[in-house]
């Protein structure tokens, strides 16, 4: 079985300041995975991935994700908030190997404020 | 480069009504979608197909149906349309079954059924 946690439903940043959002998961073996992003009325859009190698994925955006094995998480970071980074973000996770179905956590919503 | 494309955008039906969701992509993709998503809950699969003619159903299928007679095409057919139903609806696709690779959304049907 999989299963992502995204333990904040909302995170509130100043626009300039660092921001995390968080996600933890659950498999039985090697992780895939991903982030992605949602603007209002919009479908979701793939920022980033970890498969294997460097801790540290960088992709669109600015954004950044560090993968840690033994915490099991996947937080998602950008050094310095936009406003229009404003927007609800998901983490997925899929079993490296095993089914092509992945797990969605229940989204985060990100807010930046001017 | 339209990648999936869901018609119609929104849609209100009456109790009891039917109708289909279609959805397309161009991107020669051999894996298709169909999730939904209600206010913080996330995304719950519905049905999803790995080619044409191949379908299976989702975490919660009870009450639609799908076909996948081309590989640009999943419709998604809702027979007895119920007020539980009224949903955001999207679309997915993937190039194929190996677990890194991303999905790709459309941009939503916007159901409300009453």
């Known amino acids: 079985a999989q299963s992502v946690a995204q333990p904040e439903d909302q995170v509130n940043v100043a626009e300039g300041n660092p921001l995390t959002v968080k996600c933890t998961y659950s498999?039985?073996?090697?992780?895939?995975l991903f982030w992605y992003v949602q603007y209002p009325n919009r479908g979701l859009q793939f920022l980033l991935k970890?498969?294997?190698?460097?801790?540290l994925v960088k992709g669109s955006y600015g954004f950044e994700a560090e993968f840690n094995k033994s915490q099991t998480s996947f937080h998602l970071k950008k050094p310095s908030a936009l406003v229009s980074d404003s927007a609800l973000y998901f983490c997925?996770?899929?079993?490296?190997?095993?089914?092509?179905?992945?797990?969605f956590g229940r989204g985060t919503s990100l807010i930046v404020h001017p | 480069n339209a990648g999936v494309t869901q018609t119609p955008k929104f849609r209100i039906l009456k109790i009891g009504q039917s109708m289909t969701l279609q959805c397309a992509q161009d991107?020669?993709?051999?894996?298709m979608y169909w999730y939904r998503q209600d206010p913080g809950m996330g995304l719950k699969l519905i049905y999803y197909?790995?080619?044409?003619?191949?379908?299976d159903k989702g975490e919660v299928p009870n009450g639609y149906n799908v076909s996948r007679s081309t590989t640009e095409d999943f419709p998604l057919r809702l027979e007895l349309a119920a007020p539980s139903q009224t949903s955001v609806y999207f679309c997915?696709?993937?190039?194929?079954?190996?677990?890194?690779?991303?999905?790709?959304f459309g941009d939503g049907t916007r159901l409300s059924i009453l």
């Open positions: 997915a696709s993937s190039y194929d079954g190996a677990s890194n690779q991303p999905q790709h």
């Open positions: 498999v039985s073996g090697n992780p895939y």
């Open positions: 970890y498969i294997t190698g460097d801790n």
């Open positions: 997925a996770v899929r079993l490296s190997g095993g089914s092509y179905i992945p797990t």
């Open positions: 991107m020669n993709h051999n894996y």
């Open positions: 197909s790995v080619g044409a003619g191949i379908t």
